[in-house]
């Protein structure tokens, strides 16, 4: 079906939400000022242009992609390589020219690209960043992945990766994704696995054999979340025989797996208005998504422009590869001596730099509005979402708030808020995590969506465009930091 939108009344769309400019949704002159080229012809109601559910579909194929933290990485890795970006492996010596383009890689889960300025200023430059996530919550297959059993079933034996809702992952067909280490003829090698095929599903008990599940079900995950795998015809040994032949190996060569379930549902468009988007990892590959468009499309010669995805957010981004590791501080410090840049270059280099974490926020839910801040709270199509919370676990502060605000403004991207129930503790994300190894002025925000951790999520068809034009603004912007003092945004 063709997804127009003439079939939605202009005055059909929702009641008035604030922004943060003052303005309303319904009437944002101000806020919607310069949205040409960037939401196209969404009107202020709200309803997606062409041009949104088009970016909306790219996010869809890209999610597609994506079906693990490695294939995320090396999707990134296809599109950055794509725009004429140079892989340094971190292994390599670093030969960095100003007016060059380069990522780099670690645990094929984490990317970091950097674009260096042609007109770089020798006396006091700067890192533009913005970092999301390349993981999200799911299921991991142990090392022996078969139970056997009852009778003539075969289960695989899977634990949590993250905090997922788990009774979203019940009663659908699920697949694999992830890395196998084989053996070659010279040692081993990684190689990245996807099954273009449901081969596991995880069933619900009937409801005659549990009178009570419709007052509320705890899931014992040892007990309960263990995917089928066979009802008869396989046998202990056939998991890793499929992951060979899948990969042209011999099963003895199937030495170690990061091996995940993935929800096979579909993404789709959805709404009379199509004002939705439906699917897996919207958390956090929408921001990653929107951020590398941003800043691809983005032209910045008197900076560095960098964007990063780590792995790990899930479970405390403190590995080797997460937003706790070394990976961004090793990049920029490297980065700074090929160009010449001594210790001081780069310490000065930190004190006018800036880092937008991108990670996906909570719109306020339809049926529970009253688990949001009565003020504080953001909906679906409302605009990117500044997140900040008292306790700093969202980096947000007023000079961070102010700067990010008014690059989104002149813009004409509209903001919204959100900040915690102050009788809830809320979440967390990776901004303050990456400012324990480099330390700058940053902000935390997001894309607004419901059901966050279920295996299929919620956004507005609207948001990942406001999120990329937010984004390429950010990386466009000329920005000059003095301390907290003052900034200008050029
Ligand atoms: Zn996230």
Known sequence: MQETNDRLAPDEGEGSVCTEDGATIAAPAEATAGTEGTTGDGDAQGVPSEADLATSRELIEFIRDCPSMFHTAAAARRRLEGAGFTYLPESAHWDVRRGGRYYTVRNNSSVVAFRVGSRLDADG??????????????????????????????????????????????????????????????????????????????????????????????????????????????????????????????????????????????????????????????DDLQCAFASLLGFLASENERDVSVWCCFDNEEVGSNTKQGAMSTLLLDTLTRLNAALGGGDEDYRRALALSFLVSCDNAHAVHPNHPELTDEANRARLNGGIVIKEAANQHYTTDAFSRALFREVCHRAGVPTQTFANRSDSAGGSTLGNLSNIQVSVHAVDVGLPQLAMHSCYETTGSRDTALGVAALKAFFDADLAIEGADRASVG
């Open 125 to 282: 430059y700067r890192f533009q960043m913005s970092a999301a996530h390349s993981d999200q919550p799911t299921f991991k297959v142990k090392s022996v992945p078969e139970l056997e059993g009852p009778g003539e079933y075969l289960r695989l034996d899977v634990e949590a990766y993250g905090g997922m809702i788990d009774h979203t992952w019940l009663d659908r067909p699920l697949s694999l994704a992830g890395r196998v280490l084989v053996r070659t003829a010279n040692g081993i090698e990684s190689r990245l696995l996807s099954l273009d095929e449901d081969v596991l599903l995880i069933p619900s008990v009937a409801i005659h054999l549990n009178r009570s599940v419709n007052d509320g079900c705890k899931f014992n995950r040892q007990v309960d979340l263990c995917p089928l795998f066979s009802a008869g015809v396989l046998r202990r040994g056939d998991f890793d025989r499929m992951l060979a032949s899948e990969l042209g190996v011999r099963p003895q060569d199937v030495l170690a797996r990061d091996l995940f379930l993935v929800n096979r549902t579909q993404p789709r468009i959805w709404g009379w208005a199509r004002e939705f988007v439906s699917a897996p990892k919207l």
